[in-house]
């Protein structure tokens, strides 16, 4: 199994920008790729953008506009989420995810989130 921990949420101001990490533990050889979903009350999570361990290529939601980067680092472990231009509609919980596919057909793992508050 892997842990994910989530860090970098807060509260900024329209325009700001932020910068998210996910941390993960454990189990980080199975990660085949991991990713950023974030959810408002009331609404289904909606991808914000993943990318590939190993590949290291990245999807992103067609609802940015090229404000988001994601990211991962050289130990293939924590991944980041730099978010530019924040908009009021950005205000979510975003949580980290991972999946194990290279151990496991379908296994998945979520962080705990952590809350992004854009002021309108």
């Known amino acids: 199994q892997v842990q994910l921990v989530e860090s970098g949420g807060g509260l900024v101001q329209p325009g700001d920008s932020l910068s998210l990490a996910c941390a993960a533990s454990?189990?980080?050889?199975?990660?085949?790729?991991m990713g950023w979903y974030r959810q408002v009350p009331g609404k289904e999570r909606e991808l914000v953008a993943s990318?590939?361990?190993?590949?290291?290529?990245?999807e992103y939601g067609d609802f940015l506009g090229g404000r988001f980067l994601i990211s991962i680092d050289s130990g293939k472990s924590t991944v980041h989420l730099d978010m530019k231009r924040l908009k009021p509609e950005d205000t979510a919980v975003y949580y980290c995810?991972?999946?194990?596919?290279?151990?496991?057909?379908?296994?998945?793992?979520w962080g705990q989130g952590t809350q992004v508050i854009v002021p309108s």
């Open positions: 995810t991972a999946d194990l596919g290279d151990c496991y057909d379908t296994t998945e793992y």
């Open positions: 454990g189990a980080t050889h199975c990660i085949s790729a």
């Open positions: 990318i590939r361990r190993y590949y290291n290529t990245a």
